[in-house]
């Protein structure tokens, strides 16, 4: 009897997960649409903003190799910042709908001259900008603004803090 019902368990998930089946492919599909259009919109961003985008795996060969590179944070302060961020990084708000004129109300009351000052005179230095995750743009009006103000080597990191932990790399916390 045992052995009956073992028998009729299996082909009951059998049934079910190939019923299942076509829902799946369905989905998996629908999800690479997401993924598409994720994309392109990041790559138009970036194309758009003039800047370069870098995944987590080069920012971290980059700070292992001790290359001289500023790495911003553009995330709020004491919502995500103080609580974790890149190793090194400096935070810097930017919000997330497109900043075309600077908005102090929108970047924590500073001004241009306060992100040009944490930027450097340096022109030519390695400049990484990130925020939160894929979606989010701040790291976006953050490289935008970067590129406004002539620095010419300008990297989103576009997977962000979310992308960093995902790859079990360090952070460090500004709460102490």
Known sequence: MKVVFQYVMMLLMMFSAMGAAPA???????????????????????????????????????????KDVLIVDTMPYADSYQKEHILGAKQFLFPIPDMLNWDSKETDGKSVEDFKALLG???????????GFVKCTRSHNGAVWAKKLGYKNVLRFSGGIFAWKGAKYPVESAQN
């Open 24 to 66: 799946l492919a369905a989905d998996k599909f629908e999800e690479e649409v997401e993924k598409e259009q994720g994309a392109v919109k990041l790559a138009r961003e970036a194309q758009k903003g003039g800047y370069d985008l870098i995944t987590a795996g080069e920012l971290k060969k980059m700070l292992d190799e001790r």
């Open 121 to 131: 005179a340096d022109v030519n230095k390695t400049i990484v900008i990130y925020c």
